[in-house]
């Protein structure tokens, strides 16, 4: 292999600055005294499992949706589980799924007796209609489309589907709390959804966290029980269930961003937007859509990634200069992870899978980070004389 091509100078004023691709510790410390308040708060309260806070987060989050109940309960994953069980999934049935994602999508599935059936994605990096068509058996029952990046499906093809073979739609909405598809929000279109509130999530908790969301009063009453013990109100137990509920002081920590939800969105799409006008016009670098480029889709950009040209070099080059970013999952689409079994080859995820990369995308970057990221890469493909 070639060596890379010697390079012109950065010129930010950032140079040579840390940016790590998540903040962990600057997240808590941009609102520390207000955190530490409802900490003491709650704990002054003795409030702990299922009290007055979660219920006014779900409240809340309900409210926001426009959905008539939102759950709180541990994770998102356990949402996931809890959300098939409780829309009846049945041992054995087949549920596809794209393979780019985390295997959380997949592993909700075989918790709940199901089939995780993979397939490929789209340019958009999203599950693909044509190969959702294609994976149709008998024994399909449902379709789990993952809403990822903070960017909803084209949800009138997969609506199309569902509705063509009888499929059920649960949509793993971890990564997409307030995007929208045609106006509609991610986590409103199936079923049941499931929400993430990992740390890391534009809504995220100081620890694991999580909501599924529902319209159908059923499928709500069974999500209620599954998620403490199979107990109804009155201490019966009507079904076996699990302990997965949000902890009423992570309910209150996530309620007090909530509050903020539509400037933490707007912030992270003007981030985006400053991504795209830097970097847009350089060949080896694909560039997720910007915001407002397409009327149909509302992102909330949970992750800026994009596709490059010798992905992993760059990589190198980035964190050599103090940026941090992400490979999702490791490099590796639930598919091609041995132990789980799966013989299938689906193409446009391989290759996704060797020129992917998320860049820093979160509420700690500045602007002039994000002038100095793009910098660097323009400099990375610019070789100089
Ligand atoms: C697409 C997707 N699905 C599911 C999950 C699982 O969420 P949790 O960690 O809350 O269980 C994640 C978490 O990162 C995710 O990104």
């Excluded at 790590?20 to 520390?32: K, L, M, T």
């Excluded at 009063?217 to 137990?237: C, F, Q, S, T, W």
Aim: aromatic share 8%.
């Amino acid at each position: 292999m070639s060596s890379p091509p010697k390079r012109s100078a950065v010129t930010s004023t950032v140079s040579r600055a840390v940016i790590p691709f998540f903040n962990y510790r600057g997240a808590f410390a941009a609102r520390e005294d207000e955190f530490l308040e409802i900490v003491r708060d709650v704990i002054r309260r003795g409030a702990f499992i299922q009290q007055r806070d979660l219920a006014d987060f779900e409240e809340a989050l309900a409210a926001f949706l426009g959905v008539p109940w939102a759950f709180g309960v541990g994770n998102a994953t356990d949402g996931l589980i809890i959300a098939l069980r409780a829309a009846g999934l049945q041992p054995g049935d087949e549920v596809i799924f794209p393979s780019h994602t985390m295997v959380a999508t997949a592993a909700s599935v075989a918790h709940a007796g199901g089939v995780p059936v993979p397939v490929d994605c789209g340019a958009d990096h999203l599950i693909d209609p044509a190969s959702v068509e294609a994976a149709v058996t008998e024994r399909t029952r449902a379709i789990m489309p993952v809403q990822l990046n903070g960017r909803t499906c084209d949800m009138d093809a997969i609506e199309r589907l569902a509705r063509d073979h009888g499929l059920m739609i649960v949509e793993d909405a971890a990564q997409a709390l307030g995007s929208r598809f045609k106006g509609k929000p991610a986590g409103t279109f199936g079923v049941a959804a499931a929400f993430s509130f990992y740390p890391a999530k534009i809504l995220g908790c100081f620890g694991d966290g999580g909501a599924v969301v529902t319209g159908d009063p059923e499928i709500a009453r069974r999500v209620k029980l599954l998620r403490d013990h199979g107990r109804n109100e009155e201490g019966d137990v009507e079904m076996w269930g699990f302990n997965s509920r949000l902890d009423n002081m992570q309910a209150a920590i996530l309620h007090a961003q909530f509050r903020d939800y539509d400037e933490i969105i707007s912030r992270r799409r003007s981030i985006a937007h400053l991504y795209d006008s830097l970097l847009s016009g350089l060949a080896e670098v694909t560039l997720p859509p910007a915001p407002g480029s397409d009327p149909d889709h509302f992102d909330v950009f949970q992750n800026y990634e994009i596709e490059a040209e010798r992905r992993d070099e760059l990589r190198a080059y980035l964190s050599k200069n103090g940026v941090g970013t992400i490979i999702q999952w490791g490099g590796t689409p639930v598919h091609k992870f041995a132990a789980l079994g799966f013989d299938v080859e689906l193409p446009a995820t391989e290759r996704l899978f060797e020129r992917c990369l998320m860049l820093p995308m979160n509420m700690m970057v500045t602007d002039d980070e994000v002038a100095y990221i793009a910098e660097l890469i323009r400099d990375f493909y610019t070789p100089t004389a």
